[in-house]
């Protein structure tokens, strides 16, 4: 079992900065790969990027690739996501998930665990 509780999201102009924290609880948190996922009002729930139990491996939407960087700090049983350059598209709900497991999975259904969500807005 995993507990997430995502931190983190707020108000930022358009080529700004944020960072969003994801706070896991659970025994099963060092072996799981851990993703970011987001949704639009409207929109399907789209995957970020995902970071392996490891770190060995990460994965990055064609979207966000050279601004957006997912990191994990074992000893505080954390994930981060750091979005720089920032768009007003890229506002959302920004949603984390865990799936146990050693390998990234980049479909949503692979993640049997999700945090309640983080609001991040871009104003233009």
């Known amino acids: 079992q995993v507990q997430l509780v995502e931190s983190g999201g707020g108000l930022v102009q358009a080529g700004g900065s944020l960072r969003v924290s994801c706070l896991a609880s659970g025994r099963t948190f060092g072996s799981s790969a851990i993703a970011w996922f987001r949704q639009a009002p409207g929109k399907e729930r789209d995957l970020v990027a995902a970071?392996?139990?490891?770190?060995?491996?990460?994965y990055y939407a064609d979207s966000v690739k050279g601004r957006f960087t997912i990191s994990r700090d074992h000893a505080k049983n954390t994930v981060y996501l750091q979005m720089n350059s920032l768009k007003p598209e890229d506002a959302a709900v920004y949603y984390c998930?865990?799936?146990?497991?050693?390998?990234?999975?980049?479909?949503?259904?692979?993640?049997?665990?999700w945090g309640q969500g983080t609001q991040v807005t871009v104003s233009s």
């Open positions: 970071i392996s139990w490891s770190c060995s491996t990460t």
């Open positions: 998930a865990a799936r146990p497991g050693r390998t990234i999975r980049t479909i949503r259904s692979e993640y049997n665990y």
